[in-house]
């Protein structure tokens, strides 16, 4: 798949979840770092493999060129010490990597309460549902970990298919604060090989 490609997947899958405007996306190649200086300096003491690594940078990359597109020039997202990413005020947003491609999706934080996306690479021959259910459940993660500030419990939520192609109702927990969220059906997937893509988009209740 192109850039190209992978672009307007994440565009289609954000318009899908139900975000017209005030939203951005970062595209990068995994083997295309290095060329965004203050990210570049993230890497100083990360001790992982070469691959992590790799894609450690390219989903930072990924996520710069989204924070650009909002007039966030030169914000580097840190992140916890479980890992979640640290978005600046203003805005929430997501990141993943698959072998090949990194991407982000940042959202103005007046209209989204959170988000996640996930990539998975795939195969015409691996698209079974099982790789679609595990990428909407891995968006949900993101989306409403602990470190999102959310009480989430990933053995509370439940997934169901709902009518749309592509779309999933998600269950939510009784002990939820259910009137924060507007969320089903607003998880969505789409397969467009090689990448199987998800996202899950918390709006802002109005
Ligand atoms: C964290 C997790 C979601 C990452 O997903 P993945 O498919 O392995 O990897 P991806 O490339 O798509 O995403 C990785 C990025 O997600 C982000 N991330 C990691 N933990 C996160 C969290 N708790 N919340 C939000 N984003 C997170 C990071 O930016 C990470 O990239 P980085 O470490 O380079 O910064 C996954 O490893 C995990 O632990 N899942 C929980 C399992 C689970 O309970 N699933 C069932 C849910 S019902």
């Known amino acids: 798949m192109t850039e190209a490609g992978i672009r307007r997947l994440l565009v289609s899958l954000v318009r899908q979840a139900g975000a017209t405007q005030r939203f951005s996306i970062g595209v990068r190649r995994v083997d295309a770092t290095g060329q965004v200086p203050h990210v570049a300096a993230l890497d100083r003491g990360f001790r992982v493999s070469e691959r992590r690594r790799r894609e450690f940078l390219a989903g930072r990359a990924a996520a ?94 439940r997934l169901q298919r709902s009518g749309s192609k592509g779309c999933w109702a998600v269950s939510v927990p009784e002990s939820f604060p259910a009137h924060r969220l507007r969320l089903a059906p607003r998880l969505v997937t789409a397969f467009a090989p090689p990448l199987q893509a998800a996202l899950t988009l918390a709006h802002r209740a109005a």
């Open 64 to 157: 710069a060129e989204a924070l650009a597109r909002r007039d966030m020039q030169g914000y580097s997202v840190s992140r916890t010490e479980r890992g979640v990413p640290v978005w600046p005020p203003g805005v929430v947003g997501s990141i993943s990597h698959s072998r090949t491609w990194a991407v982000s999706v940042v959202f103005d934080s007046d209209i989204a309460i959170c988000c996640g996306v996930d990539i998975e690479e795939v195969t015409a021959a691996s698209a079974a549902p099982s790789v679609e259910l595990h990428c909407a459940r891995e968006s949900l993660y993101k989306a409403l970990s602990p470190g999102t500030g959310l009480p989430f419990r990933p053995e509370q939520w």
